[in-house]
């Protein structure tokens, strides 16, 4: 059983992230899918923690548009798992956009004017902290896509022209763009949906489902990793899927095999 | 002295002035939380206990029964009860006739014949149900005069007079919104005034929204404004000391919006009525006869924290206790007869037939 304090659980070894590398590696778009039973939220949290907390990147920078919790929220979570996120914000490590409290929006115009707006602090805090000494990787992190796809009005062609913008700033500046999405959301719809093709534009695909036997207090889930394959120091591993369990705690998430946990 | 000198220390904690716990209808929860009472004892115990603060509550209707409106009369009741400002939004065109309806507390006269049987049934309670959830019935309550956290609704008796005259109450008719827009801005000027201080929560309001997506409303086929309206009233009430409760019928909308819409949810729940005479469900649960509908629990507001709760168990049945009060139970198997050969003895997770899938015990 390993938890998420030690260097390498098993989640970090599916991603395939470490310190040295840093993960970053000229841009990587890393998609998140869960359900209403079960939520990734936890997998957001711990990667806000990695990112901040490595001794080999002290000015590293995430960049959190949330649309789902306000800044206390987040705050109180990561305090739990010793991560200070008021101080990080303090230091400007941590950019917490705010997308809850927007004006009710007005239609296509008003959708893409937003877009627009939303994008521009990116691009703008990206490119600022790129030119800081030191610099190795920014992360950008959007909580969550499907309620962004709502602030835009329903239009996913908005939301998938954001992701492109994101993607090649994440190319051009070495990021690392991790989403949240809802994968119930569109298991209904018939049509080419836009999660396929967020699922295409991903180098890693995390799947947060509930156990097939339904739900334990024990075992709150299982995610399945796909990595397609990222560039590593001595060549390009191959695609890779995993699957493993998960128990979500108020300070760490245990990951460990089906059947291996004491 | 040194006994009277305030305790100081480096280590500040964000303590109001007045205690969360003396404020009536109100108390601290985990995680920097606060609760108020849904007015059902039953449901606040399941939810670990109430609604959270700043929260959304999305109630599933079923289309056969109206017990959806059980749970927001009791909501909104006990809102009264507490003196908290409460906004009502309903399809009907005078809103302000569901009002009358609502249920009173059980007055304290009833309370002294209630306690004696209560007494004697919690004799009869542990031969059949072998539950200990009685033992908590009373935690809340207090017989010295104070108000209880969550007071036990009289369905049969509307609430008096006095505890609605004076009263801040604002009620709606979705009808007269021409748009959500409207709706919203009135969302937004109830919550305005709520008093909005981090370490003290003085007062803490209720909305009460029915039948969200019925056909009367404008807006009912316009899936992306109720989205965005429901997204956007999530925000006002996650930066507000209030409640929103929500019920809305699921198979009006589409199933991608469904999820979309429960997602959105902080509490999801659903009812569900039983159909009258069903052998096969008689034969397989106690009680049968007795329940009115069924209440699922599909998610529980986690604000504040990462940690899932999983629920011993999801589904409950919905029952007046002495005809008068909602009551929440357990569902639990009835004895099996030896004959039949394929059923499990115990109330744990494993289903018995395909026809009680639906059914988590």
Known sequence: MMSSNSANNLLDEALGFNDECGGGGGGLLLLIEDRVETSGAFILHHLIKRRLSSPNRPNDVVVFLSFAHPFSHYDRILRKMGCNLGVQKENKRFVYYDMLNLNYPDGEKGAEDLLLSVYG?????????????????????????????????GSSNLVLDFLHYCYSLATQFDCLVIILNHEDVYSTVDVPSPLLQM?????????????????????????????????????????KIRNFHFRVKENCVEYFYPGSRT | MAANKPRTSSFSRNVGVVPTSQVPGLK????????????????????????????????????????HMLLLRNFMSQGLVHKQPLFYASPAKEPRGFLGTLPNPVSLKDDKSREH????????????????????????????GKVEYCSDFDLRRPLDRHALSGQCIDCVSLQDCPNLATLYDRCSTFLAQIPRF????TLAGRISIQSFSAPQCHFSDKEWDMLSFIRSLKSLVRSSNAVAAMTFPPSLVSPTVLKRWQHLADTLLSVRAVPDEDKDLAKLLTGYQDMLGLLNVHKVARINTQVPVILEATTYSMKLHKRRSLVLECLNQAPVDGSSGTSHATSGSCSVSSKTGALDF
């Open chain 2, 198 to 201: 981090d370490g003290n929560i």
């Open chain 1, 199 to 239: 699922e295409y534009l991903a180098n890693i695909v995390i799947k947060a489902e509930p156990l097939a036997t339904g739900l334990a207090t024990d075992v709150h889930g299982q995610l399945t990793v796909l990595n397609k394959g990222i560039c590593q120091g001595s060549g390009c591993s191959k695609s």
């Open chain 2, 117 to 144: 049987d209560t007494e004697q049934e919690k004799t009869l309670r542990i031969a059949w149900q072998y539950k200990k959830y009685f033992e908590d019935q009373n935690l809340d309550s207090q017989k010295d």
């Open chain 2, 28 to 67: 601290h929860g985990p995680n920097g939380t606060v609760f108020l009472s849904s007015g059902i004892a039953d449901l606040d115990k399941i939810l670990g206990g109430g609604f959270c603060l700043g929260s959304l509550v999305i109630i599933m209707e079923d289309p056969d029964a109206p017990h």
């Open chain 1, 121 to 153: 602090k990116i691009q703008k805090t990206v490119e600022l902290c790129s030119s800081r000494e030191g610099y190795k990787n920014s992360t950008i992190m959007i909580d969550d896509i499907s309620l962004m796809e709502v602030a835009l009005c």
